[in-house]
């Protein structure tokens, strides 16, 4: 029940663009993404609800394809900033104010 | 000041003893949660109240009991603390009880070490 994300984890060097896959084999009602650094608190980062929308946030953007079951996060010129773990979190219909979060992808951006 | 606080950031205690984690939000929200993540960054809810009523309960041991006084307040209470309950603890809250929309708050997150 528990999403699937992939990559694992990922090392990029500083301008370099990732895809973070979201996969659930359960009908989904939306997604969350969040981001965690080590040692703190995950940080919200967007809300894609159903209806397949796609939302952008500067250089950060997800897309949800509820047909598919899945959600992708996209980091375009990646900063050092952005290192830390990605998780979505998903809600199913019907689910109340339950969110389920993925395995988590580790992002590591270097010099 | 800080949107979702929990006291103490660090419990280092012996297996068999009972501890407790308080958790505040100031955020005017209705619902709080619980959430567990272990060593492997999994994040797991445990609890979820709106009003100060219970209303997700996943599958934890009844050995942890959260109580919620006031809707800005949600405690967890640990009884006969044993190893495998090492891990971080992480309260949280959002607006409503529905989610589309509504954002969960996390706070700093309490880490709880059973020697």
């Known amino acids: 029940q528990q999403p699937v994300q992939s990559p694992q984890a990922v090392i990029l060097r500083e301008g370099e663009d990732a895809v973070i896959n979201c996969s659930s084999s359960?009908?989904?009602?939306?997604v969350h993404w969040y981001r965690q650094k080590h040692g703190e608190a995950p940080v919200f980062l967007m809300i894609?609800?159903?209806?397949?929308e796609q939302k952008g946030h500067d250089k950060i953007s997800a897309s949800f394809n509820e047909k598919k079951q899945q959600s992708s996060l996209y980091l375009t010129a990646s900063q050092l900033s952005y290192s830390g773990t990605y998780f979505c979190?998903?809600?199913?219909?019907?689910?109340?104010?339950?969110?389920?979060f993925g395995t988590g992808t580790q992002l590591k951006v270097e010099l | 000041d800080t949107a979702v606080s929990q006291t103490p950031k660090y419990l280092v205690t012996q297996m068999g003893n009972d501890k407790s984690i308080k958790c505040e939000q100031n955020l005017g929200h209705d619902t709080m949660y619980w959430y567990k993540q272990d060593s492997k960054k999994f994040l797991k809810i445990m609890f979820s109240?709106?009003?100060?009523?219970?209303?997700i309960n996943e599958t934890v041991p009844n050995r942890f009991s959260p109580k919620s006084p006031d809707k800005a307040h949600l405690n967890l209470h640990i009884n006969s603390l044993e190893l495998g309950d090492s891990a971080v603890y992480f309260c949280a809250s959002s607006r409503g009880q529905t989610l589309p929309g509504n954002t969960i708050y996390f706070g700093e997150g309490s880490w709880l070490t059973v020697v």
């Open positions: 359960k009908a989904l009602y939306s």
């Open positions: 894609l609800l159903k209806g397949g």
């Open positions: 979190g998903t809600e199913m219909p019907g689910g109340g104010n339950k969110l389920t």
């Open positions: 109240y709106n009003n100060k009523e219970l209303i």
